[in-house]
């Protein structure tokens, strides 16, 4: 047997653990247990993390709702504002990470509802989510996390070179960093998922018939790559751009904070300008308006990231120094619902943009009244 790696958020079966004639048993109340040798766990009550996991599943086809309809509203609105700050191109392929990562999280939800699960269906729904709802999810949730780590990064070298704006945000410069995002998380962490996990059909107890399930390829390139993904997503998916949204946030807050005393000190002093040079003044005013409302803006959004998140971190450092907490381990009930609990916000994460950009947005919130409830905002 090999050696335990402690694996993303995703997995509900580590099959590289588990030698190939071992079978997975789900009751009708979504229970999960493992023909290993060794005693059962013995962390969560089973009747109490049946009882979890059903209602987080709930929860998340609800705020999936909510998700998919502001994240389509918020494509529409761009779309019609247009894409001449670059910050619109950069909020829509948020958008777009967002939608995927609501929708195959809200399959993963709907495999883990005990009335599903036990329903006449030709796949046994806790393997399947693996490769076909967890890993989709965990995968679109990095590409959010470092489109989000981009426009912040972006917003503070606007911040430090204000006169250079038009040169550092240019269009064709973040579609391209855009989908150079999408590449390098999308790609991978999809292609190695497909190779290292395979459909097989697999005998349910339960049920008394042989049902599609997964197997993991136990060989010693899957078992290579699925480490070298693990490394991959913790350091360069998970750690990295939050150590960027991180820096960037403090950045930003201390830069408001300071540009709203500079304001407050200087405010007197606009009075005594002359009349010719009061319209330059009103649109330098306007312009510093609109660039604090885009920093307040991605300052929310950076903020929001890192509380809904924060679940995610703490569990993966937890994994890494406590070999218990994982999916085999003694606390394996409480590690898998600690997961199921951090996709909750994740995806919570995923379908709150439209509200910021809403309350937050002059001209967002204009065009969406404009285009969708038909009438005029002053």
Known sequence: MNNLSPQSSLHFLNSSSLPDNNSLIVTTKNVISYNLIGSLNNDIPVWLFSLLMEVTSYAMIVVAVFGLVGNIFILITYSKIGFSDSINISYCALSVSDIFCVVFMTWNGI?????????????????????????PSDTFSKTTAWITAFISLERCMCVVFPL??????????????????????????TSISLYTYTFHPRFHPGKNKTLLGIKFRN????????????MYTVVFMNFTPLAVIILCSIFLA??????ASWRLENSGDTRKKTENS????????RRYEKDMRVAKTVLVIALTFLVAGLVTNVKII????????????????????TSRLAFFLSMINSSVNFFIYYKMGTKFKKTF??????????
């Open 111 to 135: 495999c883990f509802i005990p009335a599903f699960a036990a329903s006449d269906i030709p796949f046994i729904s806790s393997q399947i989510v693996i490769p076909t709802g967890g890993f």
């Open 164 to 189: 250079k704006i038009k040169s550092i945000a240019k269009a064709g410069r973040t579609v391209f960093v855009i989908i150079a995002i999408f590449t390098f998380t999308v790609l991978p962490l």
């Open 219 to 230: 060989t010693p390139l899957a078992r290579f790559l699925d480490n070298a993904r693990y």
């Open 254 to 259: 201390v830069h408001l904070k300071r540009s």
């Open 278 to 285: 009061s319209t330059l003044d009103d649109r330098a005013q």
């Open 318 to 337: 937890m994994a890494m120094n406590l070999p218990e907490f994982r999916q085999l381990g003694t606390l394996s009930r409480s590690f898998e619902f």
């Open 369 to 378: 009244h404009d285009m969708v409830l038909r009438t005029k905002l002053k």
